[in-house]
């Protein structure tokens, strides 16, 4: 929006001594008892990011209009309709997702997101995943939608009570240098994609890298499918890992040099508290981009590790 619809919107939200220089607008932080403008928001940014130079926080125009209404971004956005606002863009991940997260946080130090964050994606689903074989329906009971703008792909991950606590990114442009994105800093090490689903105790647990081959494993119908959001497990998704109360667990790693360190750690992080087995994947592959049927025959053929270690 131009500068003068955005003052109208500051003037609207309260913001007081506001004065315009060099692109944006200076004003006394809302957050804060400011007495030397020590808050600015961009008036050229499509954005409107802002940030107060005490640290009170940054973020968007639809972010500040949340804060201060204590409204969610969401009605946020709606509310800034009625100044024709261009509010389809809600900014880059930056300076969207963070201070949401971390205002997120509970008690516990766990992040919890409000799930109309969900709604910054978008629910179409892009052509990338489907290429690899999943229908629609499958992809929607997994909550998979799209990040047009960062050109991802999102995978919504849920902590064991199913609350929603951060979302993957997997990019569809080739030969990106990120090939994953965590939105926000999100502790993915605090947590395995997958674990609100129920577990079977009898079952082995079926552990994978990545979102896709987390998807595979579930097309599959493999039990247990958890994902570590990478290859390395850390001590919090090991004790996410043990209390499921299964004693197996089918390692579904790539073959690569990191796969084979990663499942030599994991053996010695489980400690005998859960028989570790190998699945045969072959080199070169990952279940991602096996068929259904593959990915059965390989994790059936997956042999007890650490007897020839
Ligand atoms: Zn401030």
């Not at 329906?137 to 909550?143: G, N």
């Not at 606590?165 to 800093?185: E, I, M, Q």
């Not at 890298?209 to 959001?229: F, I, T, W």
């Not at 699945?279 to 593959?294: L, R, V, Y």
Request: charged letters at 25%; aromatic letters at 10%.
């Amino acid at each position: 929006m131009n500068e003068e619809k955005l003052t109208s919107v500051l003037e609207d939200l309260g913001l007081q001594k506001l004065r315009s220089s060099n692109g944006n607008i200076m004003a006394l932080c809302p957050f804060h008892s400011d007495r030397s403008r020590s808050w600015g928001i961009s008036t050229e940014d499509r954005n409107h990011v802002w940030q107060c130079f005490a640290g009170c926080g940054s973020g968007t125009l639809a972010m500040l209009v949340a804060r201060i209404k204590n409204i969610d971004v969401v009605e946020a956005i709606r509310w800034l309709e009625r100044y024709d606002a261009d509010v389809a863009d809600l900014g880059s991940e930056n300076d969207w997702f963070i201070p949401t997260f971390e205002e997120s946080r509970t008690k516990k130090g766990e992040f919890s997101i409000p799930e109309t964050a969900l709604a910054v994606f978008s629910s179409s689903i892009h052509k990338s995943i489907l290429k690899r074989g999943f229908s629609i329906s499958f992809l929607r009971k997994f909550e998979v939608c799209t990040d047009s703008k960062l050109k991802r792909v999102v995978f919504p991950v849920r902590n064991t009570n199913g609350k929603l606590v951060g979302f993957v990114g997997r990019t569809w442009v080739k030969n990106a240098t990120l090939r994953y994105y965590f939105y926000a800093s999100f502790p993915k090490g605090q947590y395995l994609l997958g674990s609100h689903l129920p577990i079977d105790r009898k079952k082995p647990i079926h552990l994978v890298e990545g979102p896709v081959d987390y998807l595979r494993g579930h097309q599959a119908k493999l039990p247990n499918v958890l994902c570590s959001m990478g290859c390395t497990v850390t001590n919090a998704q090991l004790r996410l890992l043990l209390q499921t109360g299964c004693s197996d667990l089918v390692c579904l790693y790539d073959q690569d040099r990191a796969g084979q360190l990663a499942k030599r750690k994991l053996y010695e992080k489980l400690d005998g508290r859960m028989q570790l087995y190998d699945a045969p994947i072959p080199e070169g592959q990952d279940i991602g981009g096996m068929s259904s049927s593959a990915v059965q025959k390989v994790a059936k053929r997956a042999e007890l590790y650490g007897l020839f270690v």
